[in-house]
């Protein structure tokens, strides 16, 4: 899974996924959002992000879970 504005890299932040070129973890991003924050009132805290980055981390977390394995009850998985 790829992704233009977000990385994964062992030496930044434990491996978390972050905003290419910054600290900021796409979980934070999606924490702030779940806290009823606006992308513009994340922008105000993260000036040196833009909107894209936003979406990006929100679209980085559906591709994630999309490819999920989904358990059933009985054991098997999909």
């Known amino acids: 899974m790829t992704h233009e504005r977000v990385e ?5 932040m434990f491996g978390k996924p972050v905003i290419k070129g910054t600290r900021i973890t796409v979980e934070l991003i999606l924490r702030k959002l779940a ?4 992308v513009e009132e ?12 936003v979406y990006a981390a ?5 591709s ?14 999909l």
């Open 8 to 12: 994964i890299n062992p030496a930044i």
């Open 35 to 38: 806290g009823e924050m606006t």
């Open 64 to 77: 994630y879970l999309a490819s999920e394995e989904i358990v059933f009850a009985d054991g098997q998985s």
């Open 58 to 62: 929100t679209d980085f977390a559906a």
């Open 42 to 53: 994340i922008l105000k805290d993260h000036p040196h992000l833009v909107a894209e980055d």
